[in-house]
Every structure is written in C-alpha cells, then in structure tokens.
C-alpha cells in the first residue's frame, strides 16, 4: 500500500495540472453583467418562459473549472456553482469523459422508468455511486428526482411508518384504504412534520409547508398546520460567545419539546422533524453538535422520525461527505435527504423505516441512471484526487481570509462564520449586500446572497488556494467600492 503513495501523488498533481492548464488564470470582464446579449436572449425568451429570476445566461461551452462564461463573454471565478450544485466546477474532463460512454448514451435516449424498469446495471450504480458513500448507519437508499422530491418522499415514508406503529406493524386494512380515497379518518390521519424558523426544504404544495427562509416563495399557497420551532441563532466569533450561544441551544431544545407536546394536544402529531446542518438559502445559521444532539434525543424519546436535510450540505465542502458527521450522534439520523453536488437526487433511510408496498413510494423517473453514472466518477475524482482533505485544508485558510477581511471593514461586514469552504458573511442591509454582489461580479467575482443580508460561499472541491486569493483580492476591492 505504501509503495503505492508516490503513483497516487503524482496522479493527483497530474489531474489538478490539467484541469489548471485549461482554467483561465483571472477573471476577465468584457461588459456589465447582465451584458447586451444575456438582455437580448431574455427578451427573446420572456414571451414564451419566466425570465424573472434569470441573472444571465451562461455560455457553459466555454466554462471551465472554477471559472464560468456568460453569453457576452465575461469569465468570472466562481464561488456561487450553480447554487452549491458543481462538485467538480465545469465541464470536468473526467465528466466529461464519463459522457461519453454508451451506457451513459442508452440512459439518456432510452430513459427507464427506475420505479418499475431499471437498468440491469442499476443496482451496481447505485452501490458504486450512493453506498460508497452513505452516512454512517445508514445503508439503504432512494432515488429521486431532486431535493424537493427527496425531502417530500423522505416525510411520505416518515408517515408510512409512524402509521404502521399504530397499528402494531400491519399494513392499511380496508378501513383506512376506503376512508382515505375520501381523505377521512383514520385513512387519512392527522400528523404533522416539526420545521424551524429560517428552514428551506423546497418549493413543492407540501415542503412549503416546512420552508421559511422567505415569504415570497410561501405567499398565495395554502399551508398544513404544522409547527415552526426556533432554530439557534449564534452570535461569532464562537468562542467569545460561548454563554449567549448555549443558551439559544437550550432555548430552541425547550421550544421543540413544546411544540410536539402542543400538536399531539392538538390531536396531530409531530411525526418527522426536518433540519438542514446549515440553515443554507435562510441566511447561513448553524446550530452546534450539542443542539443536534439534543434533537436527536427528543426524536427517540418521543417516538419521532429525524430527518437531516443535506440537499445543500452534502457532497464535502463542509470537510467531510456530509457536514452532520461533525455532530458525533449517538446514534444516526433515521433519514439523510441529498442532492446538488451528488448531482441526483434521494435519500438514506433507517432499515426500520424500509415500506412493504409497492407504488407508495414511486414516480415515473424515481431519479435518473446518467446522474448515477457521472456520480461514481464524482466519488471517485474525489478520493484519486483527495478532494475532500484539500477542501478541508483551503476550508480552514478561507475562513481565515474571511476573518481578516471582516476585521479590515467592521463597519460593513459581521458574523464571518463557515465550516470548510461552506461559509458566509453578514451585511447591515440587504441592499447593502445586493450592492456587495452586484459589485463583486462586476469585478469577476461571481457570488450570491442568502437569507436577509448574507453573502455565501459555495465554491467546487476543486477550489485551491490560487483561488481563494483571487477571491479575496476581488473581495477586498469590491468591499471599499460599496
């Protein structure tokens, strides 16, 4: 094994040559962004399609690594990654390569309905791809389309089963099956799903019900009545705040226990809680190992299923595969929801949690096999190239420029906090921050916001610290210009 060493060093040198000989080495600004040709394809594109959230558009032919390329021809280093969802930044030559194989080609035109037809190499996918790497405990795994859908099946399952307990284990017997074609009891049962202030779990009828990082993605939408718990809110530096933020722990903990205490009153129980590590597109906001620890206590007291929601923080930006290793549970999460940067979406499930029958748990898709195949080569970058241990060591002197940029301007920027590359910077406004990314961009950085006033960093693992002091240096000079 050690013999090995010096082929597997020289191999990781090797790729991050390559992939380093093709990036462009700054960015380079031709336009305003978005420039004449982003506006016109938007006009183009306005009568027939929403254009409202459309920033630009982006010439991916052109992209590469950690640099993206818009249709004006604007290179900006990247931090934002199509929301947190580029685990190897663009157009990656293994990807790339790994596209072109004909089992890829077949998937793509000849698109099986997984639910009912899979491929005879997707159970081998789906080993190769997702046990590889599952949360530890956890081994079981559904696929599924994205987040939203992952995070929606993930709580139809959690009610499968809290149903089945009361029922001693059996599955519906006619009176629940007549009852619920016309949504009565007890075929349709009373239960809720606990959620927190600042949540973001998607945009579907039933995860709005759990989402509340802001109003306009929850306005004009009827609700459940479900509870909204308090989520901590730290103040940083950690370490000089320690008594203020133990007890936001303790409050938010007490705040839980009460609100399932109210609903079962309520006759509706809380059946699943769902809780993102990093409460990502609400703003950045953390909650300590101790907090998640006592979470995970009241679920098990409680008889409650725990769902952790790693749709954004999975994938190893957080310094390991998924950012709630860092917890140290007693015992694991009884569901793990992903997406974004392991590029299909799904979830891990307990093996008590497995439902019996089939189409309760089913779509056309239940995922995509080309999303599989271009995730094992992802897992497999990851650990040739040691991604994970260089994300964690750029991780740590990222957040030290971070630091030191906000002790450089302490009138304009607070609350540097982040856990690897996954990190954040609070502003006093939210049209100061708009102006601080508006900005940024202009200057080749391209960036985004989160929550109220937050700017997020959502670099690819391939991010070096060539990088990180482009990024700061823009950073820095697009800071003094607001």
Aim: with cysteine; hydrophobic share 35%; aromatic share 8%.
């Amino acid at each position: 094994m050690l013999s090995r060493l010096p082929r597997v060093a020289t191999l990781q040198a090797r790729n991050a040559s390559a992939i380093a000989s093709q990036e462009p080495s700054a960015p380079s600004m031709k336009t305003a962004v978005p420039g004449p040709k982003s506006k016109q394809l938007r006009e183009q594109m306005d009568p027939i399609h929403q254009t409202a959230s459309v920033r630009m558009f982006v010439d991916f032919e052109k992209s590469f690594g950690n640099y993206i390329v818009d249709a004006d021809g604007n290179t900006m280093l990247d931090i934002y990654t199509q929301i947190s969802s580029l685990p190897l930044g663009y157009n990656h030559p293994d990807l790339v390569k790994a596209a072109a194989d004909p089992k890829f080609i077949t998937s793509l035109v000849s698109r099986p309905a997984l639910g009912s037809f899979p491929r005879t190499d997707f159970p081998s996918g789906i080993s190769h791809a997702l046990t590889s790497i599952a949360p530890k405990g956890l081994k079981a795994v559904q696929t599924m389309l994205c987040g939203t859908s992952a995070n929606e099946n993930a709580i139809k399952q959690a009610f499968i089963w809290y149903m089945a307990q009361r029922r001693g284990g059996a599955p519906p017997d006619a009176a629940h099956l007549e009852s619920c074609m016309v949504q009565q009891k007890p075929g349709t049962p009373s239960l809720s799903v606990l959620g927190f202030q600042g949540s973001f779990h998607g945009r579907s009828l039933c995860m709005l019900s759990v989402t509340r990082s802001k109003a306009i993605h929850k306005v004009d939408i009827p609700a459940l009545d479900w509870p909204i718990a308090k989520f901590p809110r730290y103040k940083y530096p950690l370490k000089d705040n320690k008594e203020y933020n133990d007890a936001q722990d303790r409050e938010c903990l007490k705040d839980v226990e009460e609100k399932i205490q109210e609903w079962k009153k309520k006759d509706n129980d809380v059946a699943a809680i769902i809780v993102e590590p990093i409460q990502a597109e609400g703003g950045d906001h953390y909650g300590s190992p101790q907090f998640f620890q006592g979470l995970r206590d009241i679920t098990k007291k409680n008889g409650v299923v725990f769902i952790v929601d790693e749709v954004q923080t999975g994938g190893g930006a957080t310094g390991d595969v998924w950012a709630h290793a860092h917890w140290n549970l007693s015992s694991p999460p009884d569901i793990v929801t992903f997406s974004k940067k392991l590029l299909t979406g799904g979830y891990y499930y307990a093996d008590h949690l497995k439902v019996k029958e089939g189409y309760r748990i089913y779509n056309t898709w239940c995922g995509d096999p080309t999303k599989l195949y271009l995730l094992e080569k992802v897992v497999e970058v990851i650990q040739r190239d040691n991604l994970i241990e260089k994300t964690k060591s750029v991780g740590e002197k990222f957040q030290k420029a971070l630091a030191e940029l906000q002790a450089s301007h302490s009138s304009k920027l607070s609350q540097a906090r982040g856990r690897g590359t996954f990190a954040a910077i609070d502003l006093p406004t939210s049209a100061l921050r708009d102006k601080l990314v508006d900005t940024a961009i202009a200057n080749g950085l391209h960036c985004g916001g989160c929550g109220d006033k937050t700017l997020r960093f959502r670099p690819a693992l391939i991010f070096g610290e060539k990088h990180l002091e482009i990024a700061f240096d823009i950073l820095d000079k697009s800071v003094k210009q607001i």
